[in-house]
């Protein structure tokens, strides 16, 4: 048995001992992490899908340009992460700010034109695999992943069965598509990942809910840097592709640090009936500078500065209009005395 799969069998088990332990517990605030302000550099996590495939340019990236992007990270001295040690150190305040390379949906060109740099240059990163599409036309097979899945440096993650919209599934369909993809895991790399990544970045409470009974992190497509506040089952990533993927804009990106905030209402991001949401971010007595946040939002289908109003730490929007696309975005910045912090939320907006 491989060292993956031993260590992913014990994570499980110490997974399940944890969820008795909670579930035993009559305290509902014994079920929480006691979150506190830290000088956490946090993990910035990028997201790609597509090598040198121009006609896809939302999921593309020029393979040049990754190779610059690479360079940019190593020129700036910061350390790719290796996603291994989430699960020792999530918790830990990191004092050295640390890259994360994620890539989803394991398209072919991947294969073919990434990974064998990423190899040669042993940088680490997490491939997202939706099980359904394996071996089909344009994506890997399970011979490519296993070859991969033997590198020290590759870990897989669950990107779901179907890679469908999963807010728009019944309950029992959504549930249904998530044991399929984790069987198919079992079948082929003799265990289910412990890394999971909402297709779309869309999830309700439900979702979450059932994916935190089966994983241990995963990670969403809102914009923000990981610290230790953050939920691990709602991590944010930076998407990266030819639209959003150009040299100044990528530095800028790299350089920020986390926004912490101690909560953000509504923890629900799946808006049916309470569109627009009624928005607060709740941040921490040390956090200072607050005053300086600037946040954008998309309701209408507009980017525009948000109204914002901030009172005891407490931040609440007052949005234009409704959300109009499937999907409604928020970006905070703050300059902290020239430190550029940065937080993001996502909602699903329930289609008629």
């Known amino acids: 048995m491989s060292v993956k799969k031993i260590l992913s069998l014990a994570a499980s088990t110490i997974k399940l001992f944890i969820i008795i332990l909670l579930f035993s517990s009559n305290s509902k605030a014994e079920e929480q992490i006691i979150k506190s302000y830290s000088d956490d550099k946090g993990i910035l996590a990028l997201m790609y899908h597509r090598f040198d495939e121009s006609k896809y340019p939302s999921t593309n990236i020029q393979m040049d340009v990754f190779k610059q992007q690479i360079e940019i990270i190593k020129n700036s001295n910061y ?13 830990i305040t990191k004092f050295e700010k640390k890259i994360l390379i994620t890539i989803d949906d394991a398209f072919s060109s991947f294969y073919e034109v990434a990974w064998p740099y990423l190899k040669k240059e042993k940088i680490p990163f997490i491939l997202f695999v939706s099980t359904e599409a394996i071996g089909k036309k344009g994506y890997m097979t399970w011979n490519q992943i296993k070859e991969l899945e033997r590198e020290s440096i590759a870990h897989i993650g669950n990107h779901s069965h179907t890679h469908g919209y999963l807010v728009d599934l019944k309950n029992n369909d959504f549930i249904e598509d998530i044991k399929t993809a984790n069987k198919i895991f079992i079948k082929n790399l003799g265990y289910n990942p412990i890394f999971f990544s909402y297709p779309f970045g869309e999830y309700s409470n439900f979702i979450k809910d059932h994916i935190a009974k089966n994983f241990i992190f995963s990670f969403g497509q809102h914009s923000g840097v990981i610290d230790i506040n953050k939920d691990q089952y709602e991590l944010p990533r930076f998407p990266i592709n030819e639209k959003y993927g150009d040299l100044k804009r990528f530095q800028f990106l790299i350089n920020l640090q986390p926004l912490q905030y101690k909560s ?27 005053n300086n946040i600037n946040c954008f939002s998309d309701e209408g289908n507009q980017w525009e500065k948000s109204n914002i109003n901030f009172s005891k730490k407490i931040l609440t929007i007052d949005f234009r209009e409704k959300f109009i696309f499937r999907r409604g975005r928020i970006n905070c910045s703050l300059n902290d005395n020239g430190v550029w912090r940065w937080f993001g939320v996502q909602f699903s907006i329930k289609q008629n």
């Open 264 to 290: 953000v209402i509504p923890e629900e991001k799946y808006l049916i009936k309470n569109n627009p949401p009624n928005f607060s971010v709740e941040f921490f007595d040390e956090q200072k500078n607050l």
């Open 79 to 91: 350390n790719f992460y290796n996603p291994k040690n989430l699960e020792t150190n999530f918790h």
